[in-house]
Protein backbone atom coordinates (compact mmCIF):
# COMPACT_ATOMS: atom_id res chain seq x y z
CA UNK A 1 0.00 0.00 0.00
CA UNK A 2 1.34 3.64 -0.66
CA UNK A 3 1.16 4.77 2.96
CA UNK A 4 3.09 1.46 4.16
CA UNK A 5 6.18 2.59 1.29
CA UNK A 6 5.72 5.83 2.73
CA UNK A 7 6.23 4.55 6.11
CA UNK A 8 9.06 2.37 4.63
CA UNK A 9 10.97 5.23 2.45
CA UNK A 10 10.21 7.88 5.65
CA UNK A 11 12.25 5.45 7.90
CA UNK A 12 14.76 4.62 5.49
CA UNK A 13 15.99 8.52 4.59
CA UNK A 14 15.84 8.92 9.03
CA UNK A 15 18.24 5.87 9.19
CA UNK A 16 21.05 7.25 6.68
CA UNK A 17 20.40 10.33 8.64
CA UNK A 18 17.79 12.69 6.81
CA UNK A 19 16.22 14.13 10.05
CA UNK A 20 13.92 16.29 7.39
CA UNK A 21 11.86 14.52 5.10
CA UNK A 22 8.71 15.45 3.21
CA UNK A 23 6.53 14.52 0.20
CA UNK A 24 4.87 17.28 -1.99
CA UNK A 25 2.10 16.93 -4.61
CA UNK A 26 4.28 18.10 -7.60
CA UNK A 27 0.64 19.77 -9.18
CA UNK A 28 -0.63 22.02 -6.42
CA UNK A 29 4.05 22.77 -6.05
CA UNK A 30 3.93 23.95 -9.56
CA UNK A 31 0.48 25.51 -9.29
CA UNK A 32 2.21 28.53 -8.40
CA UNK A 33 5.62 28.46 -9.24
CA UNK A 34 7.84 30.13 -12.19
CA UNK A 35 7.52 28.02 -15.06
CA UNK A 36 11.24 27.58 -15.58
CA UNK A 37 11.24 26.37 -11.72
CA UNK A 38 8.69 23.72 -11.69
CA UNK A 39 9.22 19.98 -11.24
CA UNK A 40 7.60 18.85 -14.04
CA UNK A 41 10.11 20.84 -16.33
CA UNK A 42 12.70 18.64 -14.74
CA UNK A 43 11.18 15.51 -14.80
CA UNK A 44 7.24 16.31 -17.60
CA UNK A 45 5.84 12.80 -15.83
CA UNK A 46 6.46 14.08 -11.61
CA UNK A 47 3.51 13.39 -9.39
CA UNK A 48 5.65 13.57 -6.13
CA UNK A 49 9.20 15.42 -4.95
CA UNK A 50 10.41 14.12 -1.79
CA UNK A 51 12.63 17.07 -0.14
CA UNK A 52 15.22 15.81 2.00
CA UNK A 53 17.52 17.85 4.85
CA UNK A 54 19.15 17.89 8.07
CA UNK A 55 18.19 20.14 11.10
CA UNK A 56 20.82 20.09 13.86
CA UNK A 57 22.87 17.38 12.26
CA UNK A 58 25.41 17.45 9.88
CA UNK A 59 26.43 14.94 6.88
CA UNK A 60 29.10 15.24 4.97
CA UNK A 61 28.74 14.88 1.17
CA UNK A 62 29.22 11.38 0.38
CA UNK A 63 26.68 9.98 3.39
CA UNK A 64 24.34 12.94 1.60
CA UNK A 65 25.78 10.83 -1.72
CA UNK A 66 24.72 7.17 -0.68
CA UNK A 67 21.82 8.31 1.41
CA UNK A 68 19.92 9.71 -1.89
CA UNK A 69 21.20 6.97 -3.82
CA UNK A 70 19.31 4.33 -1.56
CA UNK A 71 16.05 6.59 -1.00
CA UNK A 72 15.74 6.54 -4.61
CA UNK A 73 16.49 3.01 -4.90
CA UNK A 74 14.01 2.10 -2.59
CA UNK A 75 11.39 3.61 -5.04
CA UNK A 76 12.70 2.38 -7.98
CA UNK A 77 12.69 -1.06 -6.78
CA UNK A 78 9.03 -0.69 -5.94
CA UNK A 79 8.36 0.57 -9.64
CA UNK A 80 8.74 4.56 -9.74
CA UNK A 81 11.17 6.42 -11.45
CA UNK A 82 12.87 8.73 -9.54
CA UNK A 83 15.48 11.80 -10.28
CA UNK A 84 17.59 13.16 -8.27
CA UNK A 85 17.18 16.98 -9.32
CA UNK A 86 21.01 18.15 -8.20
CA UNK A 87 21.56 21.90 -6.61
CA UNK A 88 23.24 22.83 -9.90
CA UNK A 89 21.84 20.91 -12.38
CA UNK A 90 18.34 22.56 -12.14
CA UNK A 91 16.58 26.47 -11.25
CA UNK A 92 14.35 24.15 -8.54
CA UNK A 93 13.86 26.91 -5.29
CA UNK A 94 14.50 24.36 -2.51
CA UNK A 95 13.71 27.29 0.22
CA UNK A 96 10.03 26.51 -1.34
CA UNK A 97 10.20 23.37 -1.74
CA UNK A 98 10.60 22.34 1.59
CA UNK A 99 8.38 25.32 2.73
CA UNK A 100 5.85 23.38 0.82
CA UNK A 101 6.75 20.06 3.10
CA UNK A 102 6.43 21.57 6.19
CA UNK A 103 9.90 22.40 6.98
CA UNK A 104 9.55 25.84 8.23
CA UNK A 105 8.57 29.06 6.70
CA UNK A 106 10.36 31.26 3.72
CA UNK A 107 11.04 34.36 5.49
CA UNK A 108 9.39 37.00 3.75
CA UNK A 109 11.81 39.84 4.50
CA UNK A 110 15.16 37.80 4.14
CA UNK A 111 13.59 34.92 1.48
CA UNK A 112 15.67 32.47 3.98
CA UNK A 113 13.90 29.13 4.90
CA UNK A 114 13.03 29.57 8.88
CA UNK A 115 12.40 26.11 10.73
CA UNK A 116 10.67 26.31 14.15
CA UNK A 117 13.14 25.16 16.32
CA UNK A 118 16.39 25.79 14.20
CA UNK A 119 15.40 29.25 12.60
CA UNK A 120 17.56 29.45 9.36
CA UNK A 121 20.45 26.56 10.70
CA UNK A 122 18.59 24.02 8.20
CA UNK A 123 20.03 22.35 4.91
CA UNK A 124 17.93 21.08 1.61
CA UNK A 125 20.53 18.81 0.98
CA UNK A 126 18.24 17.75 -2.36
CA UNK A 127 14.93 17.06 -3.75
CA UNK A 128 13.80 13.47 -5.13
CA UNK A 129 11.55 13.96 -8.26
CA UNK A 130 9.02 10.92 -8.64
CA UNK A 131 6.90 10.26 -11.18
CA UNK A 132 3.14 9.40 -10.43
CA UNK A 133 2.10 9.08 -7.14
CA UNK A 134 3.34 6.56 -5.02
CA UNK A 135 2.02 7.53 -2.19
CA UNK A 136 -1.10 8.23 -3.15
CA UNK A 137 -2.92 11.62 -2.91
CA UNK A 138 -1.04 13.82 -0.25
CA UNK A 139 -2.42 16.52 1.77
CA UNK A 140 -0.94 20.34 2.90
CA UNK A 141 2.03 20.02 4.67
CA UNK A 142 2.86 23.62 4.96
CA UNK A 143 3.18 25.49 8.47
CA UNK A 144 3.34 29.21 6.77
CA UNK A 145 -0.22 30.19 7.85
CA UNK A 146 0.54 29.12 11.50
CA UNK A 147 4.35 30.00 11.81
CA UNK A 148 4.90 33.71 10.39
CA UNK A 149 8.23 34.52 12.81
CA UNK A 150 8.85 37.59 10.72
CA UNK A 151 5.83 39.15 11.21
CA UNK A 152 5.96 39.28 15.01
CA UNK A 153 10.00 39.40 15.24
CA UNK A 154 10.86 42.60 17.06
CA UNK A 155 13.35 45.07 15.49
CA UNK A 156 14.33 42.73 12.55
CA UNK A 157 17.90 43.06 13.39
CA UNK A 158 18.17 41.03 9.75
CA UNK A 159 17.95 44.12 8.16
CA UNK A 160 20.93 45.80 10.20
CA UNK A 161 23.76 47.17 7.76
CA UNK A 162 25.92 43.73 7.10
CA UNK A 163 29.00 42.97 8.01
CA UNK A 164 29.05 39.78 5.96
CA UNK A 165 26.49 40.44 3.42
CA UNK A 166 26.39 36.83 2.70
CA UNK A 167 25.39 35.74 5.85
CA UNK A 168 24.72 38.10 8.06
CA UNK A 169 21.18 37.84 7.90
CA UNK A 170 21.23 34.50 8.78
CA UNK A 171 23.58 34.73 12.12
CA UNK A 172 21.48 37.90 12.85
CA UNK A 173 18.16 36.29 12.82
CA UNK A 174 16.83 35.04 16.68
CA UNK A 175 15.30 32.01 15.48
CA UNK A 176 17.33 29.28 16.75
CA UNK A 177 20.01 31.22 17.67
CA UNK A 178 21.13 28.78 20.18
CA UNK A 179 21.89 26.01 17.53
CA UNK A 180 24.32 27.90 15.03
CA UNK A 181 27.31 27.36 17.32
CA UNK A 182 26.73 24.04 16.85
CA UNK A 183 26.19 23.69 13.21
CA UNK A 184 27.68 24.60 10.09
CA UNK A 185 26.49 27.61 8.37
CA UNK A 186 22.64 26.52 6.45
CA UNK A 187 23.48 25.85 2.52
CA UNK A 188 20.27 27.88 1.56
CA UNK A 189 19.82 30.83 -0.50
CA UNK A 190 16.88 33.30 -0.44
CA UNK A 191 13.75 32.01 -2.39
CA UNK A 192 13.34 35.30 -4.26
CA UNK A 193 17.72 35.79 -5.57
CA UNK A 194 19.35 34.40 -8.36
CA UNK A 195 22.45 33.20 -8.04
CA UNK A 196 25.56 33.56 -9.95
CA UNK A 197 28.20 30.90 -10.74
CA UNK A 198 30.45 33.32 -8.89
CA UNK A 199 28.38 34.06 -5.98
CA UNK A 200 28.09 29.97 -5.49
CA UNK A 201 31.08 29.10 -5.29
CA UNK A 202 31.72 32.50 -2.62
CA UNK A 203 29.19 31.50 -0.51
CA UNK A 204 30.59 27.77 -0.42
CA UNK A 205 33.89 28.69 0.26
CA UNK A 206 32.16 30.94 3.13
CA UNK A 207 30.27 28.48 4.62
CA UNK A 208 33.24 25.89 5.34
CA UNK A 209 35.05 28.19 7.03
CA UNK A 210 33.35 27.62 10.70
CA UNK A 211 33.97 24.44 9.92
CA UNK A 212 37.55 24.67 9.79
CA UNK A 213 38.20 26.74 12.93
CA UNK A 214 35.93 23.55 14.48
CA UNK A 215 38.38 20.99 13.30
CA UNK A 216 41.25 23.03 14.79
CA UNK A 217 40.10 22.87 18.36
Not at 1 to 7: D, Q
Not at 27 to 46: E, H, K, M
Amino acid sequence: MPSTLLADVRHLAAAVGFDLFGPVDAATFDACQPRDQRLTRVLPRCGTAIVLGTAGVQLDSHTVEVGLQRVSDRLRVAGHRTVIAGTRAHKLSFPRLADAAGFGTVSPVTGLLLHPKFGPWLRVHDVLLVEGRPFGQLGDASISDSFQPCCKCDGQPCLEPPQAPVLDPVVKCPIGKDHHCHSAPPLQWPAHMPMSPMTRFAVSALRFVPQLFRFRR
